[in-house]
C-alpha cells in the first residue's frame, strides 16, 4: 500500500478473487492435504476415494458431479433443505447413485494428522452430529471478489463483482476491467487469462 498518487488516462483492473472458506477446526491445517477449493484442479488426485462436496450452488452440483465420475462415493453437504443450482444439473445429482445429499448440515470439523481422514457434520434442525470418512473435502461455496477498494466508485452487481460490458469497460469511461474480479460466468485461469488480453486490446484502443 501506499499514497502515492499516479495520474494515468486509462486503469485496468484485474484484482482477482479469494475463496470463501468455511472457517472449521483443521482447515486451514489440511490446506492442499485433503482440503481444497477446486475440484476442476485436484479432483483426479482421488480418484477411488470417497470424498465430500461443500455447497449447493451450481459450482457445488458441478464439483459433486465431477468427482461421481471418479470417487467411489460423494457426500453433497448443504446448509438448506433444497438444492440451489440449476435444474438441469440439479436432476443429475439427485439420479445419480453415488451421490448422497446431506440436506440442512453444516460442516463443523475436519479431521486427520498430515491429510483428511474424515469430516464431522451437523443437522441444522435436529443438532445430529455424523462422522463421514471421506479422503478429500471439496468446498464450493462461492468467491469473495476483491473490489473493497473500488466498488464505492464503479457499478457492481449483488456478488460485489464489478460490471463489464462485451469490451471489458467498467461504468466509468477509462477504467477497464478483466477476470474473475468481474460479472463474467466463468470463473477459470484460462479464461481469466483471455479477458485479460481482451481487456488491454480494448484499452490500448482507448488510448489511441
Do not use: W
Not at 475440484?39 to 483426479?44: K, R, S
Not at 463421514?132 to 473493497?148: C, R, S, Y
Amino acid at each position: 500500500k501506499s499514497d502515492k498518487k499516479i495520474k494515468t488516462k486509462a486503469v485496468l483492473i484485474a484484482a482477482g478473487t479469494k475463496k470463501r472458506q468455511l472457517g472449521v477446526p483443521g482447515e486451514h491445517q489440511l490446506k492442499d492435504n485433503g482440503v481444497s477449493y477446486c475440484a476442476t484442479c485436484d479432483g483426479y488426485i482421488y480418484e477411488n476415494q470417497p470424498v465430500a462436496v461443500v455447497g449447493g450452488g451450481n459450482s457445488g452440483l458441478e464439483a459433486a458431479l465431477d468427482m461421481a465420475k471418479i470417487a467411489t462415493e460423494v457426500y453433497l453437504i448443504i446448509r438448506g433443505e433444497q438444492l440451489s443450482g440449476d435444474k438441469s444439473l440439479q436432476d443429475k445429482v439427485n439420479n445419480s447413485d453415488k451421490i448422497e445429499v446431506c440436506k440442512s448440515y453444516q460442516t463443523t470439523e475436519i479431521k486427520g494428522e498430515q491429510k483428511v481422514e474424515s469430516i464431522r457434520i451437523k443437522n441444522l434442525n435436529t443438532g445430529k452430529e455424523r462422522e463421514l470418512n471421506v479422503k478429500a473435502i471439496f468446498i464450493e461455496i462461492g468467491l469473495i471478489p476483491n473490489t473493497g477498494f473500488i466498488c464505492e466508485h464503479l457499478d457492481i452487481n449483488q456478488g460485489n463483482e464489478i460490471i463489464i460490458d462485451a469490451n471489458n469497460q467498467t461504468s466509468i469511461e477509462g477504467i477497464f476491467a478483466a477476470g474473475d474480479v468481474t460479472d463474467i460466468r466463468d470463473k477459470q485461469i484460462i479464461v481469466s487469462a483471455a479477458e485479460g488480453a481482451k481487456a488491454a486490446l480494448r484499452a490500448n484502443e482507448y488510448l489511441n
